[in-house]
């Protein structure tokens, strides 16, 4: 009798205490792997000081692992991965770009589903159900304004506040090029509300300039009043002293992810993996904030009060976008002529 319930008391504890062995020993066998291949290639999106922020704090945590970095632009990244893989040459890891460019990768079978026990704290929204991404910062579109310019009751609310008369004449900054944010408004509007709206904004006469940094930087020195701009590039030139501010009560908030996923055919995978961990994880969302970016974690506190993304009207950008993007571009041209 003792010796069964001996045989008994073992397995219970088995049972309970084997998961937990299994886990870290998983995870070590990992890193095993990892030490053995030594790098990882990473190619990103991220602005090079940013991103350099991100390595420098990874390989002191894994000093075994030296990152070797890509950096470019989205269409540019997207076209090499492709390029590369057509003629055979796998030299990407981990590709951290915007959602829709990493939704034509994986429709390419350019990634793998990886499945990182951090990405539980990242929204839904910023999840491929599939596992294939996950996000890594998200960029908010928002209207930006300068605070010498405009009295506080005169602040646009909203979206369709910009049609007021008393913003017409090269008084609102947009980008020609800004289809995401035309296609996320289309798709949370429907055809007929957006093309009213888009249609109206044309005729209000605004002012068009390339990049969301270069349209900051002149709505700060008073080139025009309002601007259709990213959120973290407002707060970062507030933050050194610009008088500008944007409006966090636009309904909605378009938010588009940059994400990042693992190569099909890696070729130092476990390495890839423990560069995903950390990418995901809080210790490494900190350091993404830290190099201006609004972290995707929704239990790290956000940089400043306004991109508590809790209390904003968020609409993630669908990766299905993706699909649409010629025409959605070829609609935004049409509209703002």
Not at 37 to 54: D, S
Not at 97 to 111: F, M, R, S, T, Y
Not at 183 to 189: E, F, G, I, S, T
């Amino acid at each position: 009798m003792s010796q069964a319930l001996a045989l008994l008391a073992f397995f219970l504890v088995y049972d309970l205490v084997a998961p937990v062995l299994l886990l870290p020993q998983t995870h070590l066998e990992t890193e095993e792997k990892a030490k053995k291949e030594g790098r990882v290639a990473y190619y990103t999106t991220m602005n090079i000081t940013a991103a350099n922020l991100l390595i420098r704090s990874f390989e002191k945590k894994h000093p075994y692992i030296k990152v070797d970095l890509f950096r470019q632009g989205g269409e540019v990244l997207r076209t090499r991965v492709m390029t590369e893989a057509q003629a055979g040459r796998h030299y990407f890891d981990v590709a951290s770009i915007n959602v829709l460019d990493v939704q034509l990768l994986k429709k390419k079978g350019l990634l793998a589903p990886y499945v990182s026990a951090h990405r539980e704290g990242i929204p839904a929204g910023l999840r491929d159900k599939e596992g294939f991404w996950t996000g890594n910062f998200i960029i908010l579109y928002v209207v930006g304004y300068n605070t010498r310019m405009i009295t506080k009751g005169k602040i646009p609310p909203d979206w369709w506040n910009l049609l007021d008369p008393m913003w017409k004449g090269g008084k609102i900054g947009l980008d020609r090029d800004a289809v995401v944010w035309y296609a996320a408004l289309r798709q949370k509007w429907g055809r007929d509300k957006s093309f009213e709206f888009f249609k109206k904004l044309s005729t209000q006469q605004p002012r068009y300039e390339r990049g969301n940094t270069l349209r900051t930087q002149m709505m700060a020195a008073g080139e025009f009043v309002l601007a259709v701009v990213h959120a973290h590039k407002v707060e970062e030139f507030k933050s050194k002293g610009a008088p500008i501010d944007w409006v966090t009560t636009s309904n909605p908030i378009p938010a588009y992810g940059n994400v990042a996923g693992l190569s099909s055919n890696a070729p130092h995978p476990h390495a890839a993996r423990l560069f995903l961990d950390y990418l995901f994880s809080k210790e490494g969302q900190l350091v993404v904030q830290e190099g201006g970016f609004i972290s995707v974690r929704m239990d790290i506190p956000p940089p400043t009060p306004s991109l508590d993304q809790r209390k904003l009207v968020l609409y993630y950008v669908e990766p299905a976008l993706a699909d649409y993007y010629n025409a959605y571009q070829k609609e935004y041209q049409e509209l703002i002529q």
